[in-house]
């Protein structure tokens, strides 16, 4: 048999190197590539003749198996995981440090708790006094939340097995989680990948719903493995500015239900608030007229939510190289938006500065914002404000026409119920349409026009 083969995993990101080096070659971290178990290399052919079982099929539709859910009692919360949490699955919370990710699974663990449910609550980050602070803070003290400090797999799961299982079961965070098990400190991938392993194989088995919060590392992705993210059944991330209230619960993997619904959340002395119509917060206060600003109707999931995009242009008088920043969007599409303006529509963006923001430290994935922000770049470009009552939609193609987008009816109705009197977007004809005018713009240099021209 051939000698099983050292492999070097990232701690980072997780992917596999054969040779150590000092950078990791996917995704560039620095020192991050540490050596894991070999794995095991299998040449031999099964023996048929003896030693397996036959496996038995099922029909698709099996009887007995009803998804039961079970509500944390954050109606955001369920919204965001597809209806409640599923009884023996696992959810995986990412989400910056302080963004409240112990606040809202304290907070769900404290109702559910309150409603006669069973829950866990381990903590390895912070003491049980550091928690039962917080929740007498949250006016939780009285809720029958087991919470204990622990790091040690083995003894949370031996203290589990002497007892019910719990209906929620919170690891905060599985990077703290240590296997005796398997060698390593805690954190490492072959750490957190054995830790969670025995956490889920013990979700599974008992029928207990169990969240593990995640660190998230400088880009985003889930410190450590990316392994996890295919051992659980969800994977949840909570997002928002930190020096921003709102926070948005979104489910980026669902295996129960769909992944583009949304949950908002504000962070107040109080702990986290549900905000259950979050259509209006992220507009600023919009008292005169600024250029360089469009609002645009976004669907997050069912939901309408009109966001404020804030586009400033400075023009440089050297050759430096100009600065494209942008907070809130992809700056990929931002560099692809500009470059169209510039090849369809003959502006010049090449020697100023340009900053994109979206307010309230929201992060857009709509596609159908381009519109809105080529009106409010080109409005920043021409210093002309947009009218205060119109609302900008539609997807941007290459060619410079601006494409249908989905759920037009629902963005229309959203922005004329609060007060929007007129939109713009993909279409034939020009025409009253639920509430607002509405004016259809087929090509980029339609929307230059209309903006350039009006005074
Ligand atoms: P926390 O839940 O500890 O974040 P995470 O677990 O994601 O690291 O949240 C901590 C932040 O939330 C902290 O910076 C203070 C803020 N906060 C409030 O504003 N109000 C509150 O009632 C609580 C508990 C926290
Ligand atoms: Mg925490």
Redesign the pocket.
């Known amino acids: 048999m051939a000698k099983p083969k050292r492999r070097y995993v990232c701690q980072a990101c997780g992917s596999v190197a054969t040779r150590w080096q000092g950078q990791c070659a996917d995704c560039g971290e620095w020192n991050s590539l540490a050596e894991d178990a070999p794995a095991t290399v299998f040449s031999a052919k099964h023996d048929l003749s003896s030693g397996g079982r036959p496996i038995e099929f099922a029909p698709l539709d099996a009887p007995g198996e009803v998804l039961k859910r079970r509500s944390t009692g954050l109606a955001e919360f369920d919204r965001a995981l597809g209806g409640g949490l599923v009884p023996g699955s696992a959810v995986l919370m990412g989400?910056d440090?302080?963004?409240?990710?112990?606040?809202?699974l304290l907070q769900a663990s404290a109702h559910m708790a309150k409603s006669g449910a069973e829950t866990v609550y381990i903590s390895g980050e912070e003491a049980a006094g550091q928690v039962r602070l917080?929740a007498d803070?949250?006016g939780l003290g009285g809720a029958p939340v087991r919470l204990a400090a622990a790091t040690s797999v083995r003894d949370i799961l031996t203290t589990l097995a002497m007892m019910d299982p719990p209906a929620l079961l919170v690891i905060d965070s599985i990077q703290t989680m240590h296997s005796d098990q398997i060698e390593g400190a805690p954190g490492t991938v072959s750490q957190v990948r054995a830790c969670a392993f025995e956490l889920i194989r013990y979700a599974k088995d008992s029928g207990a719903a169990l969240v593990l919060?995640g660190h998230v590392t400088k880009d985003g992705s889930i410190a450590g493995p990316r392994v996890l993210e295919h051992m659980v059944d969800v994977v949840m991330s909570?997002e928002g500015e930190?020096s921003h209230q709102y926070r948005i619960l979104r489910s980026i993997k669902n295996r129960f239900g769909p992944v583009d619904e949304i949950g908002v959340f504000a962070?107040?002395?109080?702990?986290l608030a549900e905000v259950g119509n979050p259509s209006l917060l992220f507009l600023s206060g919009r008292e005169q007229p600024v250029a360089g600003s469009a609002v645009f109707p976004a669907i997050e999931g069912t939901r309408p939510v009109l966001v404020e995009i804030q586009a400033l242009i400075v023009r440089l008088a050297s050759g430096a190289t100009p600065r494209r920043a942008v907070v809130g969007w992809d700056s990929g599409r931002l560099a692809m938006l500009l470059a169209v303006l510039e090849a369809r529509c003959g502006l010049n963006f090449s020697s100023a500065e340009v900053y994109l923001n979206v307010a309230g430290g929201y992060r857009l994935a709509d596609p159908a914002a381009d519109l809105a922000v080529a009106a409010a770049l080109v409005s920043a470009l021409a210093d002309k404000p947009l009218g205060r009552d119109a609302v900008w939609f539609g997807e941007v193609s290459l060619a410079g026409e601006v494409r249908p987008v989905a759920h037009s009816g629902v963005r229309l109705r959203e922005a004329a119920k609060l007060g929007f009197t007129s939109a713009f977007g993909p279409g034939e004809a020009s025409e009253k349409r639920d509430g607002s005018r509405f004016a259809a713009i087929a090509m980029l240099p339609n929307l230059v026009d209309r903006i350039m021209g009006a005074s």
């Open positions: 989400g440090p302080g963004i409240g990710k112990s606040t809202l917080r803070r949250l919060v909570f930190r962070m107040e002395g109080q702990g």
